[in-house]
């Protein structure tokens, strides 16, 4: 439909600018006027109108950072753990196509109230194999009527051990029984030489449309070498595109970089020509004052998630911190939120909670901050901020109509804060209707492209004929032990220079030392 009205006892047009009993006129996918509801709806009759006085109106909510796993790692028997052990788990992870994966995974965020979301996945074995699969997972986000970006990458080098060099240090100290078992497991694992991604992200970076675009995705600058990094860095430019990697994730990537590199993982990106404004980082939990204030100066943007940065015992990353220091930063799930809902509303709840530190001196976090990250910071994230995360006027029309009545029994103070309300009670439950580009996706709760019970029928019948695989289980589990033993010298040196501590948003001490 060319045209349509939406209508909300609030309507937020930007997280600090929301409306009582507002309405939207929506013209060819964008958001051609705003106004009073009585006067709109008098000076536009006959119209389809989505909402009412019983709704919100939001903007579409943006997942800056994400991975399709298929089914939610708890039915897969996959346990949370630190990072490095954990990531052993993928080959254990159900082998699902890559439509049906993606599929569920965008079903599950467009009834989220997410409209726009930034899919890192891994490339692929080869040139042939993984076009096919980049371009399969294009079209699930198409067919259920999200906007994607999908970043690939791969992990080429340091697969085993963080640290370029330490690796078979490691592997000596492993029985040979066990040894033998990780190598030719590793062996096993196909995946595209460094010079066909290149070639690949090349060809489909030139097809970028808006609705489905693709970045360059590295998984992680422990895991490629210093000169596929600036190899990024120069076709990124040249292409004018965006790229989105790992960064400051864990307490042993932390480590690495200082170790082997000798300077921090922040300046490592900045000395190889990737820090700048085409850069986002995900995680970014253990960046110092000194590694904001330089990403601030390049204009990079972080993807802060707190359920994830929970689950793989990563730690609470300074969220405030970074948008005191002038840093875009806006809100992932990661594929592992807390309940393995991905319910972007409880994510946003626990990244405001997680960043109200104990003192009253710290920098802490407002109910419309997050709303902010989820929004605009998604939208600023994207290279996008003139068209998403916000509804004003010339603004595409990504909404969600959030259904108010539970959220408002028995009763609600008339002066209760919209954006206060909605952070602290909104669940995906609450989601009615999502728009996205004006085009309805999610109507009344029902997803539009995609049947549900087909796409549960089809992922059931998948897993069925190939369940994950037993051996790859047993061995993260065998290997988990000397993983931990090796990890833990970097425990212990690291510690002779900087004692452990809890961060909790902290202000650096009264002695001039980071709480990282």
């Not at 992200?201 to 070498?225: K, V």
């Not at 799930?333 to 807390?338: C, F, K, Q, V, Y």
């Not at 109200?356 to 600023?380: F, I, K, N, Q």
């Amino acid at each position: 439909m060319n045209e349509l009205l939406l209508s909300g006892r609030w309507v937020i047009l930007s997280p600090h600018d929301i409306r009582t009993d507002h309405t939207l006129l929506v013209r060819c996918g964008r958001v051609a006027e705003a106004g009073p509801m009585a006067q709109m709806r008098a000076r536009h009759p006959g119209l389809p109108e989505f909402g009412g006085v019983d709704c919100a109106v939001l903007p579409g909510l943006i997942n800056a950072h994400h991975h399709c796993y298929g089914v939610e790692l708890s039915n897969q028997c996959i346990k949370d753990d630190f990072l490095e052990p954990w990531m052993f788990n993928g080959p254990a992870m159900v082998d699902l196509p890559p439509q049906l994966a993606t599929g569920h995974a965008a079903l599950r965020l467009l009834q989220s109230g997410v409209t726009t979301v930034v899919d890192m996945c891994a490339a692929g074995p080869d040139r042939a194999r993984a076009e096919t699969r980049l371009r399969d997972k294009a079209q699930a986000y198409r067919r259920v009527g999200l906007r994607a970006v999908i970043a690939p990458g791969e992990r080429w080098s340091n697969r085993i051990i963080h640290g370029a060099g330490e690796e078979a240090a490691f592997l000596a100290t492993l029985p040979p029984p066990l040894h033998a078992r990780l190598r030719k497991a590793e062996a096993a694992r196909q995946r595209l030489t460094p010079a066909d991604y290149l070639d690949l992200l090349g060809d489909l970076i030139g097809e970028n449309d808006g609705q489905t675009d693709f970045w360059f995705g590295p998984t992680g600058p422990q895991w490629m070498s210093e000169d596929l990094l600036a190899d990024i860095a120069r076709h990124a430019e040249r292409l004018d595109a965006r790229v989105q990697t790992h960064a400051l994730e864990s307490h042993y990537e932390n480590i690495e970089s200082p170790r082997i590199h000798g300077h921090s993982a922040i300046e490592h990106f900045a000395r190889h020509g990737l820090l700048n404004g085409r850069l986002s980082l995900a995680h970014a939990v253990w960046a110092t004052d000194a590694d904001l204030d330089q990403i601030a100066r390049a204009g990079t943007q972080i993807s802060h998630n707190p359920g994830s940065n929970l689950r793989l015992r990563s730690g609470i990353a300074p969220a405030s911190r970074m948008r005191a220091a002038g840093v875009t930063t806006a809100l992932g799930m990661d594929g592992t939120t807390l309940a393995g809902d991905e319910d972007m509303f409880a994510e946003m709840r626990l990244a405001l909670h997680l960043n109200r530190p104990p003192h009253s001196s710290a920098p802490s976090l407002t109910a419309r901050d997050v709303l902010e990250m989820a929004t605009v910071g998604g939208a600023r994230l994207l290279g996008r901020a003139d068209e998403l995360g916000q509804l004003h006027p010339g603004f595409l029309a990504d909404a969600v109509v959030l259904d108010l009545t539970r959220l408002l029994r028995p009763w609600t103070d008339p002066s209760t804060d919209p954006a206060e309300l909605i952070i602290a009670r909104a669940k995906a439950c609450d989601v009615r209707d999502v728009l996205v580009g004006g085009r309805s996706a999610l109507l009344d709760g029902t997803p539009v492209g995609i049947s549900e019970d087909a796409l549960m029928d089809d992922l059931r019948a998948a897993l069925d004929a190939q369940p994950p695989n037993p051996d790859a289980r047993d061995l993260q589990a065998d290997l988990h032990p000397w993983l931990m033993d090796w990890y833990a010298r970097w425990d212990q040196d690291h510690a002779n220079t900087h004692p452990p501590v809890q961060r909790y948003g902290a202000r650096p001490l009264p002695t001039g030392k980071e709480t990282s």
